[in-house]
């Protein structure tokens, strides 16, 4: 992923790239190259944001992608995985930064409160050397705070980027709520 406007992604399959994906931030949606766009097209079904089922022609790749998001509709919290191919493709790539930027992070000492979902950062690694050190002086100037460096790497970017997860889940609810009777909740500004 490249920019902060937009970004170009790579998408495999295994070790095989399968499409190039281009979000160029200017209001418009994001191209995906297929690297089979010149095989013949296949009939695939897709589901739209609205989980619609409906076909229509694409490359044998984006068919299979296709049909697996329908399989795992709604299973993946973690990318928020809507089966519309293209919301799908975004969230993942979105993720995916998220965790690489995570591991870059996690070289240094993080703690965070989980109730306010604060976070404090030390410039020194949380290894042998300094983990005693740093782990006295959290429990007295930071009582109820926890190691960010002791989870799991999906949680640690959950815990890190807390304000991003949230925000996109009420906007997406409020999609939902939008083509409901429900009451509509306001789309948070990001």
């Given at each position: 992923?490249?920019?902060?406007?937009?970004?170009?992604?790579?998408?495999y399959?295994?070790?095989?790239?399968?499409?190039?994906?281009?979000?160029?931030?200017?209001?418009?949606?994001?191209?995906?190259?297929?690297?089979?766009?010149?095989?013949?097209?296949?009939?695939?079904?897709?589901?739209?944001?609205?989980?619609?089922?409906?076909?229509?022609?694409?490359?044998?790749?984006?068919?299979?992608?296709?049909?697996?998001?329908?399989?795992?509709?709604?299973?993946?919290?973690?990318?928020?995985?809507?089966?519309?191919?293209?919301?799908?493709?975004?969230?993942?790539?979105?993720?995916?930064?998220?965790?690489?930027?995570t591991?870059r992070?996690?070289?240094?000492?993080?703690?965070?409160?989980?109730?306010?979902?604060?976070?404090?950062?030390?410039?020194?690694?949380?290894?042998?050397?300094?983990?005693?050190?740093?782990?006295?002086?959290?429990?007295?100037?930071?009582?109820?705070?926890?190691?960010?460096?002791?989870l799991?790497?999906?949680?640690?970017?959950?815990?890190?980027?807390?304000?991003f997860?949230?925000?996109?889940?009420?906007?997406?609810?409020?999609?939902?709520?939008?083509?409901?009777?429900?009451?509509?909740?306001?789309?948070p500004?990001?």
């Amino acid at each position: 992923m490249e920019g902060n406007d937009g970004f170009t992604a790579n998408l495999y399959k295994g070790r095989k790239k399968i499409a190039e994906l281009l979000e160029a931030a200017n209001g418009g949606e994001l191209i995906i190259y297929w690297e089979d766009s010149t095989a013949p097209k296949v009939a695939g079904n897709v589901m739209n944001a609205f989980d619609k089922i409906h076909q229509r022609a694409m490359t044998p790749c984006e068919a299979e992608l296709a049909a697996y998001l329908i399989e795992i509709k709604g299973s993946d919290p973690v990318i928020n995985a809507d089966a519309d191919m293209v919301i799908w493709l975004v969230n993942l790539t979105q993720y995916t930064d998220l965790v690489k930027v995570t591991k870059r992070e996690l070289k240094s000492a993080l703690f965070y409160d989980p109730e306010t979902h604060d976070v404090i950062a030390f410039k020194a690694p949380y290894d042998g050397k300094f983990k005693a050190i740093l782990d006295d002086v959290i429990s007295r100037d930071h009582p109820g705070y926890e190691s960010v460096n002791n989870l799991t790497i999906e949680d640690a970017t959950f815990v890190l980027n807390y304000d991003f997860f949230e925000n996109r889940e009420a906007a997406h609810q409020a999609i939902i709520d939008s083509h409901t009777d429900a009451a509509a909740m306001a789309i948070p500004k990001f």
